[in-house]
């Protein structure tokens, strides 16, 4: 009934829920602790340099659909918006986020406005100036992006989702204008380019974390929980099947193979 | 050193980025206006892409994905023409989609450029193209369970009954090899996951050279049996014997390649010759 | 409406349509194999019609700008529709695949989106010259694997030197390989985590503004 060459895969899938339910359950009584990660702790300072060069921040999800497989993603952007719109009411600083999907805006009206509410800053927020539907296609999305930076010359510029092709268009004209820039993507692909330029960077899964980190929110935090778990066991995996491997014995492979 | 000697550092480090462009324009213009000629060697990758399509056997049937966009067109469209010029001289059937929303005119661009007649290769008898289909991965998986089920047409409408290419083709047990052709991501890893993955499909990749590093995972496992980058056209149309497009790129890659490593050696001394001026 | 209707049952139907999916994938039980082809055509369907639902948010987004006159969009906006609308009408009446049609894309969004994507070249340009220094010991190794990178993809000096592609290929096959294996390893982990908490209700986010109540606080 199970299908050969995918059992190994199915028991790993099991075991991933059970982590990541299992941490969520856990992280309800104690909150895991997460190390250091330094562009979310300079968050307060990018918008404190805006408030005190009185410009906008910028902040972009990327090239995110909410249904694609890059979502996930997409949502870590969202979790961070909303800790950075917070901040930036508190600071009396305008943020505008620039939308590429038109089914986000919904969403991040609703983040944004809360993150308003929050800071006591309910009347400043201005949806219609602030969240901006640009374009559904990548580089008409781009031209926009880089003409807002050259008109408006944003003091920070932070950028948290899945990219693409855009990313040194976006990185180059955001250093010109001279913003700080904080960026993270788990796009492999554009990874090296926010490495070259950006002043703070997020390497694919500390953007998960991101939100955990900044909202200490229990259901997001016990979920990094549990899939540092699955990575332990990746790792475990990989290291006994090494192991296994240069012994001569195909224990390992058969295992993950069955 | 004097002042001037550290001003000169200082303004060689800044150098203003309009001189950088224009070095990089020329770099460009200069190769394709009056080629030099320069050595293109042949790398593993694109003699590993040629001899998967050229071992198969006349009659073989191959799934195609023209997943790029206008943007990735320069640099992936001479790979494509290249690979189909050797396509059809070897007599396979090649069946194409795109996960693109360009992709259908893309191919119509290609088509043009290749001239598929010149192989006596007729359209719905030796290639077709079923049409851009949305979803992506869901695209994938469907295509991949039953064809038929996901489209009754091809690109220009016309249903695929018509067409005597399409006579036995169900899913992906049907293709005896799968070319993905794609700037972007999802696409190229999607087809590991829905069609190497569960049914242990035959799979090469044309990607975007930025993206090689991170396919590269799939290439070391052998869920690819090669992977190339758009840039690589010029080898390929070498050993294919079809110079075009791809071999007219390479002068202009090495020399970009060399002014870069130039700007990277210039950019260094700046900043040591001004950090040991005391600047 | 209520909170049935608006949170409880479409996690329902997220929940049994993936768990359709996965069980499709990993069991062979008869009858699930045709409901999962139904359940991906849908899925196809709905990414198509999510395309037209973009079409029609861009002509609110932009006759709001056309009627407000906002300084410096609106001449752009009127533009837009009129190019839309064309695009539109010559598709419809002579279908994408004609010869004016694929003349009008090459014309137009086929060249900007490829002169976009190459300054793409140039952006790069400025940058190495200003970040690929040796500043410390981690910027000496990114230059290092950077740069011989660079020189292996110069097919002039990779044909001459054959080192290039040897050193090239062990930096492909080792570092970088185990580097991006990791981070897909990270990145997919992500995306069954969210996969999971959407399934179990406890990511609602595509439910799109919800009360309190509907969010369960």
Redesign the interface.
């Known amino acids: 009934m199970l299908v050969a060459g995918r059992i190994f895969a199915l028991g790993m899938l099991i075991a991933l829920w059970i982590f990541i339910v299992g941490g969520m359950e856990l992280a309800k009584k104690k909150l895991p602790q997460f190390r250091k990660i330094a562009g979310l702790d300079a968050l307060p300072e990018m918008v404190g340099r805006a408030a005190e060069m009185n410009r906008p921040v910028h902040f972009t999800t990327g090239l995110g659909e909410l249904t694609g497989t890059v979502a996930p993603q997409l949502v870590a952007g969202l979790a961070v918006l909303g800790h950075v719109s917070e901040l930036a009411a508190k600071y009396g600083v305008k943020i505008v986020y620039s939308v590429y999907q038109a089914q986000v805006m919904p969403l991040a009206t609703e983040i944004m406005r809360e993150a308003y509410i929050r800071a006591g800053k309910a009347d400043a927020f201005n949806a219609e100036d602030q969240i901006r539907y640009l374009s559904g296609e990548q580089f008409a999305y781009a031209a926009a992006v880089q003409g807002f930076a050259e008109r408006e010359r944003p003091a920070a510029n932070i950028m948290i989702g899945p990219f693409y092709a855009e990313s040194q268009l976006f990185a180059e004209t955001f250093f010109r204008v001279g913003a700080i820039q904080l960026a993270g993507t788990a796009r492999g692909y554009q990874i090296p380019f926010f490495a070259v330029v950006c002043d703070y960077l997020l390497i694919a899964e500390e953007i998960y974390a991101a939100g955990a980190y900044l909202s200490k929110d229990a259901l997001q935090c016990g979920s990094i929980q549990g899939q540092d778990l699955g990575k332990i066991v990746a790792w475990i995996l990989m290291f006994v099947g090494v192991l296994a491997t240069a012994a001569g014995t195909p224990i390992i492979i058969n295992l993950l193979k069955a | 050193m004097s002042k001037q000697g550290k001003g000169l550092w200082r303004r060689l480090e800044e150098?203003p980025?309009e001189i950088?462009?224009l070095l990089?324009?020329l770099a460009i213009i200069v190769p394709t206006i009056s080629p030099i000629g320069?050595?293109?060697?042949i790398?593993d990758e694109a003699r590993a892409w040629y001899s998967t399509i050229d071992k198969l056997a006349a009659g073989s049937t191959v799934f195609v994905d023209f997943g790029y966009?206008?943007?990735?067109?320069?640099e992936l469209g001479p790979m494509a023409v290249a690979t189909y010029h050797h396509m059809l001289q070897k007599k396979l059937k090649v069946i194409a989609m795109s996960t693109s929303?360009?992709g259908?005119?893309l191919f119509?661009?290609a088509m043009a450029e290749l001239g598929p007649e010149k192989y006596g290769s007729k359209y719905g008898v030796d290639y077709i193209h079923i049409g851009y289909?949305?979803?992506?991965?869901?695209?994938m998986?469907?295509v991949g369970?039953?064809l038929r089920?996901?489209t009754s047409t091809d690109?220009?409408?016309v249903s695929l009954d018509q067409y005597p290419i399409m006579q036995g083709i169900k899913d992906a047990s049907s293709f005896q090899l799968l070319i993905c052709f794609t700037?972007?991501?999802?696409q190229s890893e999607?087809w590991v996951r829905q069609w190497v993955t569960?049914y242990k499909t035959p799979y090469i990749a044309n990607v975007?050279?930025?993206?090689?590093?991170?396919m590269?995972?799939y290439r070391?496992a052998g869920q690819l049996l090669s992977l190339t980058a758009g840039?690589q056209a010029?080898e390929v149309e070498l050993l294919v014997k079809v110079p075009g497009r791809g071999i007219k790129s390479?002068d202009v890659?090495?020399m970009?390649?060399?002014?870069?490593?130039a700007?990277?050696i210039?950019?260094?001394i700046a900043?040591?010759g001004r950090k040991a001026s005391g600047g | 409406m209520s909170l049935l209707v608006r949170r409880q049952l479409p996690i329902l139907i997220v929940f049994v349509a993936a768990l359709l999916v996965m069980i499709d994938y990993f069991v062979k039980i008869p009858g699930t194999g045709p409901a999962v082809t139904d359940l991906q055509n849908w899925g196809i369907i709905l990414t198509a019609f999510a395309l037209g639902f973009g079409a029609v948010n861009l002509f609110y987004l932009h006759t709001r700008h056309i009627s407000r006159r906002t300084p410096g969009q609106w001449p752009f906006s009127i533009w837009l529709l009129v190019m839309i609308a064309v695009f539109a009408i010559v598709g419809v009446a002579l279908k994408p695949t004609s010869k004016e049609y694929s003349w009008m894309y090459n014309a137009s969004y086929f060249a900007l989106s490829a002169t976009v994507y190459a300054s793409t070249g140039f952006f790069i340009a400025s940058g190495v010259y200003r970040s690929l220094k040796v500043r410390n010991l981690e910027a000496a190794v990114l230059l290092l694997a950077g740069g011989a990178t660079l020189l292996r993809n110069a097919p002039v000096l990779a044909a001459n030197v054959p080192l290039l592609i040897s050193l090239d290929s062990w930096l492909s096959a080792v570092p970088t390989t185990s580097a991006q294996r990791g981070i897909m390893i990270g990145a997919s982990l992500g995306a069954i985590a969210l996969g999971v908490r959407t399934m179990i209700g406890r990511e609602t986010g595509f439910l799109g503004r919800l009360t309190e109540a509907e969010r369960g606080k």
């Open positions: 150098v980025r950088l462009y990089i324009f320069l050595a293109v060697p790398g966009s206008g943007g990735g067109e320069p929303i360009e259908p005119l119509d661009k289909i949305a979803g992506t991965e869901t695209a998986a469907a369970k039953d089920a996901t690109y220009k409408q700037t972007g991501g999802d999607g569960p975007l050279a930025l993206m090689i590093p991170t590269l995972p070391k840039a010029g390479a890659i090495s970009t390649h060399l002014l870069m490593v700007f990277v210039l950019g260094n900043y040591y």
